[in-house]
């Protein structure tokens, strides 16, 4: 007799198949192998009393604290530890209890069919200007051509162009400027019709130079702003692009300046939704959302953002992420810019394993190879 000890993260439905389990009985498992982690705040005791019981019912449990049975507080942070298949059926249970507890249905119905992708894009990089925090990005019109190329050849399947720096306290840059800065790039693409050979993003929030863009192949609108501004959300929807809504908390000018968050997650999933909203009501159709590294954030809330990025999975919506040799990695272990790599890697990897669609880099080979082992992994 041998006795393995397997991953959590295998791959549960092919290791069932290889063991000859009825077809029926595949899904069933499976979804018995895949346990949640889920933190309720402020539950109605009664509610945290129903769901305990609830929970303890059907083999999944609720971590509560002490005194929530006799009622010392009337109002209770709890953690629900629960199977897949045990989260589904507590989200239907719920729906006829007291307390609140109907609304938690809803959402607990929310995270157990929200899915990870099947496949993570790459979008590389391209600066126009001469103040991006990482100079190897930085490319002049006559350069930003062969960089694309290479980057295409090395297996990105996105190009984001920005004629703006928005690290930290970045200059401010006219409308005049950002379009005389990636014109002749866009002008480029759209001789040369790479954009025939990928997709083409435009990292602006000026109508004027998003407008260029997507009338010269791009059909991506990364927007920092998070849609602030109606113009570029009847721009993305008269041109039929893809939104990228990005969240921030203040300007790149004051974003670094003590930026605080009453629950980080919940915070952006309120923000998210209510931009999910906006470009909606324009007519916006293809929405990804960007929880935004680095922007206005701490290392704590930047680490946090990515270990839990499936939170926002429930919103349906593709995520990006864009780690690439932010300052954050120096905050964790000494590193300049250059030396980055394998930090932005790790993290990004992480991104990928809790949900991530897409990872905005600067260095694609690295990240494709990376990618690559990852998903070989994942397929044992």
Avoid: W
């Avoid at 049975?69 to 009337?74: E, L, N």
């Avoid at 040799?325 to 890697?345: C, E």
């Amino acid at each position: 007799m041998l006795t393995e000890k397997l991953s959590l993260t295998s791959d549960a439905k092919k290791l069932l198949k290889e063991l000859g389990v009825d077809g029926g009985g595949v899904n069933i498992l499976a979804s018995k192998m895949h346990s949640h982690i889920i933190s309720i705040k402020d539950l109605h005791v009664g509610a945290a009393n129903i769901l305990k019981q609830d929970a303890l019912s059907i083999g999944a449990d609720l971590a509560v604290p002490r005194g929530t049975v006799i009622a010392k507080t009337q109002f209770v942070d709890v953690i629900l530890i629960a199977t897949q298949k045990q989260l589904e059926i507590l989200a239907k249970k719920e729906l006829a209890q007291p307390f609140g507890l109907k609304e938690l249905a809803k959402n607990l119905k929310e995270i157990a069919q929200a899915k990870k992708p099947q496949k993570t894009q790459v979008m590389g990089i391209i600066n126009a200007n001469d103040d991006s925090f990482y100079a190897q990005s930085r490319f002049s019109s006559k350069e930003a051509v062969n960089a694309i190329v290479k980057m295409i050849e090395e297996g990105a399947e996105i190009i984001d162009i920005g004629g703006v720096s928005s690290r930290p306290n970045a200059a401010l840059v006219s409308a005049a400027e950002e379009m005389q800065r990636v014109q002749p790039i866009l002008d480029a693409i759209k001789n040369e019709k790479l954009y025939e050979r990928a997709a083409f993003s435009i990292d602006s929030y000026t109508p004027e130079v998003i407008e260029y863009a997507l009338n010269s192949g791009f059909h991506i609108v990364n927007d920092i702003t998070g849609l602030a501004n109606d113009a570029v959300c009847k721009l993305c929807a008269s041109y039929n692009a893809k939104a990228v809504i990005m969240h921030m908390q203040g300007t790149p000018q004051t974003m670094q300046k003590e930026p605080k968050y009453e629950s980080i997650l919940s915070d952006i999933s309120i923000f998210f939704e209510e931009r999910i909203q906006k470009a909606e009501s324009f007519g916006v159709k293809d929405i990804i959302l960007d929880v935004g590294i680095g922007f206005g954030k701490t290392l704590e809330d930047n680490l946090r953002l990515i270990k839990n990025l499936e939170h926002f999975l429930t919103l349906n919506k593709p995520l990006l992420v864009g780690a690439s040799r932010k300052s954050l990695i120096n905050a964790v272990t000494p590193a300049d810019v250059f030396q980055r790599l394998a930090g932005t890697l790790a993290l990004h990897l992480a991104a990928y394993e809790n949900g991530a669609s897409i990872l905005r880099v600067h260095d694609v080979k690295e990240h494709v190879q990376a990618l690559q082992v990852k998903t070989a992994l994942d397929k044992i």
